[in-house]
T-cell receptor, first 110, second 115 residues
C-alpha cells in the first residue's frame, strides 16, 4: 500500500474551513484515498474516500489532484467537535486492510 | 443508525491468561476486521475475515491470536496467553463489501490491560 505523508498538527478557527493536506506520491492506479478520523481514543470514524474524482458528502469534501499524488480534505465549517486526529490512507482495492499512519492532529479553536 | 458494538469495554487480565474480545458487527456486513492501538501509537491492522476464514493477517497476528465467528452475529478475537505488550485498545470493524467500494465501520474498542 502507498505510504502517505501528513503534517503532524494543524490549528483551525471555529467556523472556518479546515484544509488538511496529504501526499501520496507513490499511489498506484487501484488504490483509493480514504480519510478517517479518531476522536480521543474512540474507534476511527470514516469521513470520505475517492479514486480520481473530487468527492463531497455531508461531512467533508475531498479534492484529489489530477496526477493523484496528493489530496486535500476540506471540512467546510469546522466546529470544536471536529478536533481529532485525521488519517489519510491509500488502500488497495485488492485488500481489506487499512494502514494507518500518524495522521494530522487538528485542533479547532474558539 | 446501525453500529458495531464491542464487549467488554475494558478487560484486565494477568499475564499468561487467555482473553476473548467480542464484537457484534453490523448485521448485513460480510467483511470483519480487528485492529489494535497501543497507547500513544498508531492504529495497526491485525486480521481480516470473510466467508468464515482469514483473508489477510499482519505479522502481529501470530499463533497466540485467533478469530472466530461462532454464530451469525458475533466475531471474536482470542489471545491464548497474554503478554504485557498485548496491552492496547482493540477495535473491531466491519464492512458490507471489500474496501474499494465501501467503508469500514469501527466499534468503540476494548481496552485490554495485561498485568
Amino acid at each position: 500500500d502507498a505510504k502517505t505523508t501528513q503534517p503532524p498538527s494543524m490549528d483551525c478557527a471555529e467556523g472556518r474551513a479546515a484544509n488538511l493536506p496529504c501526499n501520496h506520491s507513490t499511489i498506484s492506479g487501484n488504490e483509493y484515498v480514504y480519510w478517517y478520523r479518531q476522536i480521543h481514543s474512540q474507534g476511527p470514524q470514516y469521513i470520505i474516500h475517492g479514486l480520481k474524482n473530487n468527492e463531497t458528502n455531508e461531512m467533508a469534501s475531498l479534492i484529489i489532484t489530477e496526477d493523484r499524488k496528493s489530496s486535500t480534505l476540506i471540512l467546510p465549517h469546522a466546529t470544536l467537535r471536529d478536533t481529532a486526529v485525521y488519517y489519510c490512507i491509500a488502500a488497495s482495492s485488492n485488500t481489506g486492510k487499512l494502514i494507518f499512519g500518524q495522521g494530522t492532529t487538528l485542533q479547532v479553536k474558539p | 443508525e446501525p453500529e458495531v458494538t464491542q464487549t467488554p469495554s475494558h478487560q484486565v487480565t494477568q499475564m499468561g491468561q487467555e482473553v476473548i474480545l467480542r464484537c457484534v458487527p453490523i448485521s448485513n456486513h460480510l467483511y470483519f476486521y480487528w485492529y489494535r492501538q497501543i497507547l500513544g501509537q498508531k492504529v495497526e491492522f491485525l486480521v481480516s475475515f470473510y466467508n468464515n476464514e482469514i483473508s489477510e493477517k499482519s505479522e502481529i497476528f501470530d499463533d497466540q491470536f485467533s478469530v472466530e465467528r461462532p454464530d451469525g452475529s458475533n466475531f471474536t478475537l482470542k489471545i491464548r496467553s497474554t503478554k504485557l505488550e498485548d496491552s492496547a485498545m482493540y477495535f473491531c470493524a466491519s464492512s458490507p463489501t471489500s474496501v474499494s467500494t465501501d467503508t469500514q465501520y469501527f466499534g468503540p474498542g476494548t481496552r485490554l490491560t495485561v498485568l
